[in-house]
């Protein structure tokens, strides 16, 4: 295990996040936890040979158009083209700048598939015509790709996020995804992976639907929510699979009470060494707060 991670505020921050949402796990098992994430979210190259068991997403092919949601649980960045490659029609909603950054590959996937027949569209999030564009698709069949725990999509200030429950905390959420579904009329479903005897396998979570005469605003609370208990149960027992504890302090998606002079305890396990720029100090990993030396 390298232990000079441990002065890393990339670390540091991993390790705040996972006390906060999973405050079970002891401080000291977060370096081993810290490793793990890190090895598993190395940029692997796409194997085509990998086979992958689609069968819970068959139905995909003939029913009605979904809002597919995906979340960035290792395998995620495949997840488009094996969908595609199964015959699955949709378009795919992503951010410009993630676009930009894998544009090669996915003007490909595009070529590919549009040799093959199908169409196979690229919407940006920050396009004003986006919901157009989206109510477009559904109405010509094709499903949604999203990526629900994404940094991109409606406002980024937390007043204008959905606070919902997670793991063992909460959560500010954007509220995109349950706003197109109440609009476009079209159900939300969240879809994951996971490895069984060497083999990659599509889970499904339950679809979530409007209920007849639920205000809009109860729906996007209420169908946020279900997404993520839905990603909470992919990671509460294999934390290292979501690759967002690395991040989630750039995502807006939390608040936090600084803490009074003199409630900080000097002795508190929770305090790590780091070295930011060149400095040497001290970070509270409850609190979220640095003393620099």
Same mark, same amino acid.
């Given at each position: 295990?390298?232990?000079h991670n441990k002065q890393t505020w990339h670390y540091a921050l991993f390790s705040a996040h996972i006390h906060r949402y999973l405050p079970a796990l002891s401080w000291g098992e977060h370096a081993a936890l810290y490793q793990r994430w890190r090895v598993y979210h190395q940029p692997q190259p796409f194997h085509a040979a990998l086979h992958w068991d689609t069968s819970l997403l068959a139905d995909l092919k003939l029913g009605a158009p979904q809002i597919l949601v995906l979340f960035h649980l290792g395998m995620h960045a495949f997840l488009p083209q094996v969908l +595609?490659?199964? $015959?699955i029609q949709f378009d795919l909603l992503l951010d410009?700048?993630? !676009? +930009?950054?894998?544009q090669t590959l996915f003007a490909a996937q595009q070529t590919a598939r549009q040799e093959q027949g199908a169409c196979y569209r690229f919407l940006m999030s920050d396009d004003p015509q986006v919901l157009l564009k989206a109510r477009s698709a559904i109405q010509a069949g094709r499903h949604l790709l999203i990526f629900g725990d994404g940094n991109s999509g409606t406002s980024d200030q937390i007043d204008k996020k959905v606070k919902i %429950? !997670?793991?063992a905390n909460d959560l500010f959420v954007r509220k $995109? @995804? $349950?706003l197109l579904s109440g609009l476009l009329g079209a159900s939300i479903l969240p879809i994951s992976h996971r490895t069984v005897a060497g083999k990659q396998q599509l889970l499904r979570g339950t679809a979530i639907g409007q209920l007849p005469n639920e205000k809009r605003e109860f729906y996007i609370q209420r169908s946020m929510q279900l997404l993520y208990d839905f990603l909470s149960s992919q990671i509460r027992d294999e934390p290292w699979r979501w690759e967002c504890w690395g991040y989630l302090h750039k995502l807006n998606c939390y608040q936090i009470e600084a803490p009074q002079q003199g409630e900080l305890d000097? +002795? %508190?396990? %929770?305090n @790590? %060494? @780091?070295v930011l720029g060149g400095r040497n100090g001290i970070f509270n990993r409850e609190c979220f707060c640095c003393l620099f030396m």
């Open positions: 295990m390298c232990t +595609a490659d199964e $015959g410009r700048k993630v !676009f +930009a950054r894998h %429950s !997670f793991l $995109g @995804i $349950g000097p +002795a %508190s396990e %929770s @790590i %060494s @780091i």
